[in-house]
């Protein structure tokens, strides 16, 4: 059984930066694309960045470009999430998400599109 473990949520300022971390087991962590999506208060589920198996292949959402970095480590079964100069929109529950797919796909920024979910951490920016 997979299991996804987010972690590194809190309460933040405006312009801090923050490093969230999931960890992966029961599965084999190098097969997987991997994603980070968010969920703002009363809001639908969004996509924030994801990478490839290799990690040579990164996607962005706009709102994010510039300011978040998706990494991987695939010994630790790990990806991250780092955060910097963050907003008030940015909050939300972040969760991580993974897929099993080939080498060489190109990871989907749709919800639907990953088959593994953490359970999320929560993430607040005050102004």
């Known amino acids: 059984q997979v299991q996804l473990a987010e972690s590194g949520g809190g309460l933040l300022q405006v312009g801090d930066s923050l490093k969230l971390s999931c960890v992966v087991s029961g599965g084999t962590f190098s097969r997987y694309s991997m994603a980070w999506f968010r969920q703002g208060p009363g809001k639908e589920r969004e996509f924030v960045v994801s990478?490839?198996?290799?990690?040579?292949?990164?996607e962005y959402a706009d709102s994010v470009k510039g300011r978040f970095d998706i990494s991987r480590n695939n010994d630790k079964k790990t990806v991250y999430l780092q955060m910097d100069y963050l907003k008030p929109e940015a909050t939300a529950v972040y969760y991580c998400?993974?897929?099993?797919?080939?080498?060489?796909?190109?990871?989907?920024?749709?919800?639907?599109?990953?088959?593994?979910w953490g359970q999320g951490t929560q993430v607040t920016v005050s102004a």
């Open positions: 998400a993974a897929e099993p797919t080939i080498l060489t796909a190109t990871p989907t920024s749709t919800t639907s599109g990953y088959r593994y």
């Open positions: 990478i490839s198996r290799s990690g040579g292949n990164k």
